[in-house]
């Protein structure tokens, strides 16, 4: 059987359901998507990462620094030379039990990455340390 093209599926999935020839049997047909048979949606959270290095601050090592506690969705471009933080977008199951420090290395040393995530209140931005319920 020959499978239809995309706009043929989308046809028929505005249908409610399909009769079959029998009294009892009823199909339904709707499109894929990346999230059937998904568990769940990840959280996600602006975090503030310190103590990466200056010279160190390429998109691949804030991506590979941010991995470290989840996956990295959006790096802030005018945070990334900035002298105290970098601003990171990170999914995880949970952004609150993302750890305070994480060590990884960079090169041949071992650093320890402090994470600080950001949260919005109104106008008002507030920074708390990891861990900490609200």
Same mark, same amino acid.
């Given at each position: 059987? @020959? ?18 020839? $029998? ?20 959280? *996600?959270?602006?975090? @503030? =990462?310190?103590? =990466?290095?200056?010279? *160190?601050?390429?998109? @691949? ?12 969705? +959006? ?25 305070? $420090? ?5 090169? =041949?040393?071992?650093?320890?990455? $402090?994470? +600080? ?5 109104? *106008?008002? $931005? ?9």
């Amino acid at each position: 059987m @020959r499978f239809p093209n995309a706009k043929m599926v989308w046809d028929w999935s505005q249908f409610k359901c399909l009769a079959m020839m $029998t009294a009892d049997a009823y199909m339904k047909v709707e499109q894929w998507s990346p999230k059937m048979g998904a568990k769940g949606v990840l959280d *996600q959270a602006w975090f @503030r =990462i310190k103590d =990466i290095p200056a010279d *160190q601050r390429s998109i @691949r090592t804030i991506a590979k620094v941010g991995g470290l506690v989840g996956k990295v969705m +959006e790096i802030d471009e005018k945070t990334r030379f900035r002298v105290d933080y970098v601003r990171v977008k990170i999914a995880c199951s949970d952004v609150q039990k993302v750890p305070k $420090t994480a060590e990884a290395t960079l090169g =041949i040393h071992i650093h320890d990455f $402090t994470f +600080e995530r950001e949260v919005h209140g109104g *106008q008002v $931005t507030k920074t708390l340390s990891s861990g900490i319920k609200i």
